[in-house]
């Protein structure tokens, strides 16, 4: 089962154009309705704005090297390890959300303009159902333990939240509609229906719901490890060497309180997640 | 003026929600962010600010401490059990870091067992004094207490410890 493409299946109902076309309109749906959040959230002019401003704080320059190094870190660390995410689980979840979105999309893409009418497509239906297969883990596991409105505002899971939960929704519902289309064999039945309602629901509502913050979050990450690099750091203290002899003769109170050599106090409040709502 | 979240910066981890004494911080239905729901309510007690693992949330300082636009920003490593200040006039010219201890133990390790202290008698009981008191405040017997009688000595800068 996992190696037969279900699209082959498909097309001796629904012609491989017509699947095409499908995709092709819901990559220009994601197109206008991230132009539109950018425009309508004027979240582009914020960062360029953000940017100017920590440039005025900077106290060196950064040249065009040092910049190109900052994006290949924020590209291993946050685009592809998710690092920005403090709470180990969220960390692991959101990767297998992330992950397995793209394989699923990227192997659509493949089977529908590559095999259409072909039930072996090499690797690729494989790819297709383990990446709906990771989508539903990370996916599942957010929606019912890590969704933060669950974990700190005490919201129940089935409580539908409306915009916020579009996108989350949206993404279980097609991986999970996929899987079981294709698992009743990959004809036009209920579940195919569903799940191309659920998947014009995900791409379509793109101005509406939380889609549009895979193209965002990581020129937050780029623009954050800037303002570190050229000093400017928002105007944030710096991280103090506590073991450096400058430092402490700058605040005698560590040495003083503290010792020349301070242990490593622990997670402190992070010893628990924060669920006390 | 009330707390606000540079949301570029927060990731909805729910810390603040946490820890916020008046309950005000919550969770942004849409954008899963946190945000002041409740400016009006916001008493400044920096609670969130310092709790904030990603420093996303920020707060105008009190004007008795330093002029309009000015910019206050903290940072709370617990790892290392400082907490680190920086102040800095609208001018510029102004710009100091202050860097304080908030522990001096490993966190968790020197929560008093009440559980294993002796319970308290009927005269105690009976008493005005707080249960488990500790003896540097009593003033119960003998004189008054002072560093001296208690073996402490005064360091400049601090009351004695």
């Not at chain 1, 999970?176 to 799940?195: C, E, K, Q, R, Y």
């Not at chain 2, 954008?31 to 420093?55: D, F, G, L």
Request: contains cysteine; proline residues 6%.
């Amino acid at each position: 089962m996992l190696s037969t493409n279900p699209f082959s299946e498909l097309s001796t109902v629904i012609s491989p154009d017509i699947m095409q076309g499908y995709v092709i309109l819901m990559v220009l749906a994601v197109v206008v309705g991230t132009i539109l959040d950018m425009l309508h959230k004027k979240s582009a002019q914020y960062f360029f704005e953000n940017a100017k401003r920590a440039q005025k704080d900077a106290k060196r320059t950064l040249g065009s090297g040092e910049k190109a190094s900052l994006a290949m870190k924020t590209l291993a660390n946050e685009v592809l390890a998710s690092s920005e995410f403090k709470s180990t689980r969220r960390r692991i979840s959101h990767l297998f959300t992330m992950y397995g979105f793209i394989l699923f999309v990227a192997s659509t893409a493949v089977l529908i303009f590559g095999y259409p009418t072909e039930a072996a497509a090499g690797i690729w239906p494989v790819l297709w159902h383990l990446g709906a297969l990771a989508l539903c883990i990370g996916g599942y596991w957010f929606w019912f333990a890590i969704r933060v409105d669950v974990a700190s505002e005490g919201v129940k899971w089935y409580n539908f939240n409306g915009r916020g939960d579009l996108f989350i929704l949206g993404l279980i519902s097609t991986a999970t509609f996929a899987l079981l289309w294709s698992i009743i064999g990959g004809g036009v039945d209920i579940f195919f229906v569903l799940f191309i309602l659920s998947a014009t629901v995900l791409f379509g509502t793109v101005f509406w719901s939380k889609f549009a913050h895979m193209f965002f979050k990581p020129a937050a990450a780029y623009q954050k490890k800037c303002i570190y690099a050229d000093g400017s750091r928002e105007n944030l203290p710096d991280d103090y060497d506590l073991t450096d002899p400058a430092v402490q003769a700058k605040f005698p109170d560590i040495p003083e309180y503290m010792g020349n050599n301070p242990p490593n106090m622990g997670p402190g409040i992070n010893r628990e997640p924060p669920r006390h709502y | 003026m009330p707390t606000f979240v540079y949301m570029t910066r927060c990731d909805g981890c729910g810390h603040c929600v946490d820890i916020c004494p008046s309950d005000i911080m919550h969770i942004d239905t849409v954008t899963r962010r946190a945000y002041n729901i409740e400016p009006n309510m916001c008493w400044e007690c920096y609670s969130c600010v310092k709790a904030c693992p990603h420093q996303a949330i920020d707060v105008r300082g009190y004007a008795d401490f330093a002029p309009l636009g000015h910019s206050v920003r903290v940072k709370r490593d617990e790892e290392k059990g400082v907490i680190a200040w920086r102040i800095k006039f609208r001018n510029g010219k102004k710009d100091m870091d202050l860097l304080a201890p908030i522990t001096t133990k490993p966190w968790g390790t020197c929560i008093p067992q009440l559980r294993d202290a002796p319970a308290p008698t009927q005269e105690q009981r009976d008493s005005q004094l707080l249960f488990n008191e500790p003896k540097y405040i009593r003033m119960d017997d003998g004189d008054i207490h002072t560093l001296k009688s208690n073996g402490l000595r005064l360091v400049e800068g601090v009351e004695g410890y």
